[in-house]
């Protein structure tokens, strides 16, 4: 009597166990896909910005790139990069898939030819990125990567973000150049 008592105890345990740990579960599943911007490598030449992003998932699902593009910003220069950052989010873009274990790298480019009567100081750069998730939600980032200076690019080593991932069965720290 004393074992079928122990059997049911631990049935009911385990049972118990599972109910209480789907919700939890669930709840991980359903969490959106980030994307993590990890590092961020630029300059300028001749009159166009050019930039190399990486980037990784942070919760290990599959997850499409669909567009990435820069976009500069500066309060006093709004109606001057609203008609270029825009124009720049509708160029054509093949979109990239990361899978679960994997990074991708993109190169985008920005022409600054139509902006020589502008002053361009102080400008922020942003990297705007969407993309498909493993749920199939859209969504999007910004990344504020640095802003413009007389020598090109102002590329401070900040550390915006320190997330131990689990690449190729090795742990590294990552964290965001900018």
Request: overall charge neutral; proline content about 2%; hydrophobic content about 40%.
């Amino acid at each position: 009597m004393g074992i079928i008592s122990l059997i049911i105890s631990i049935i009911s345990i385990s049972i118990s166990a599972i109910v209480t740990g789907i919700p939890f579960y669930c709840k991980y599943i359903e969490k959106k896909t980030k994307i993590a911007l990890i590092a961020c490598d630029g300059i300028i030449r001749d009159d166009m910005i050019r930039i190399v992003v990486t980037y990784v998932n942070k919760n290990w699902q599959n997850a499409v790139i669909t567009n990435s593009h820069i976009a500069l910003c500066h309060p006093k220069l709004l109606n001057e990069f609203t008609k270029l950052n825009h124009a720049y989010s509708c160029k054509p873009f093949n979109p990239v898939a990361i899978t679960e274990k994997m990074h991708a790298s993109i190169e985008l480019e920005y022409s600054l030819s139509e902006l020589k009567e502008v002053d361009l100081e102080n400008a922020d750069v942003y990297v705007h990125t969407e993309y498909i998730d493993s749920q199939g939600q859209r969504l999007f980032d910004n990344h504020r990567i640095g802003n413009l200076c007389m020598s090109g690019i102002s590329t401070k080593m900040v550390l915006i973000e320190s997330t131990m991932y689990e690449l190729q069965g090795r742990s590294i720290l990552m964290s965001m150049k900018l």
